[in-house]
């Protein structure tokens, strides 16, 4: 029977941590300038985007814990003999969940093909490492 309490509770914390770390190095120093060229940001405009970002810090941490929560729960599901059959279950809820949601934002014009790709590049990293954390732990 399904338990969906049956969790560990520290990859639904790590998942949130590195979130919000891997977010800050990946929108911060190694592709922030990029990302707010391509989404037709200036310089000058940062610090007033980091005003309004409240409720997106806050949303992205909820969705944050959420994934951790249900990587780890269908981890507890699905009998995983190796981290590379972990990676590819993984994969699967990437390729066949989020991203056709993130592609419809692209063919919306929703972005432009460089935010879609700095937003792609990090949602593939910390999917794939998330896989790692819920599969060692």
């Given at each position: 029977?399904?338990?969906?309490?049956?969790?560990n509770?520290?990859?639904?914390?790590?998942?949130?941590?590195?979130?919000?770390?891997?977010?800050?190095?990946?929108?911060?120093?190694?592709?922030?300038?990029?990302?707010?060229?391509?989404?037709?940001?200036?310089?000058?405009?940062?610090?007033?985007?980091q005003?309004?970002?409240?409720?997106?810090?806050?949303?992205?941490?909820?969705?944050?814990?959420?994934?951790?929560?249900?990587?780890?729960?269908?981890?507890?599901?699905?009998?995983?003999?190796?981290?590379g059959?972990?990676?590819?279950?993984?994969?699967?809820?990437?390729?066949?969940?989020?991203?056709?949601?993130?592609?419809?934002?692209?063919?919306?014009?929703?972005?432009?093909?460089?935010?879609?790709?700095?937003?792609?590049?990090?949602?593939?990293?910390?999917?794939?490492?998330?896989?790692?954390?819920?599969?060692?732990?």
């Amino acid at each position: 029977m399904l338990n969906l309490l049956d969790v560990n509770l520290l990859v639904i914390v790590i998942s949130l941590l590195l979130n919000m770390g891997l977010g800050m190095l990946w929108y911060g120093p190694l592709f922030g300038k990029a990302w707010m060229a391509g989404a037709g940001f200036k310089e000058e405009d940062r610090e007033e985007m980091q005003k309004s970002a409240g409720i997106g810090y806050v949303l992205s941490a909820l969705f944050a814990l959420l994934f951790g929560y249900v990587l780890d729960l269908l981890f507890n599901l699905i009998p995983l003999p190796n981290l590379g059959f972990a990676l590819v279950i993984t994969g699967l809820i990437y390729v066949g969940l989020v991203l056709p949601n993130t592609i419809k934002g692209r063919l919306w014009l929703e972005t432009t093909p460089s935010v879609f790709r700095i937003n792609t590049g990090f949602e593939i990293v910390y999917f794939g490492l998330m896989g790692v954390v819920a599969y060692l732990l």
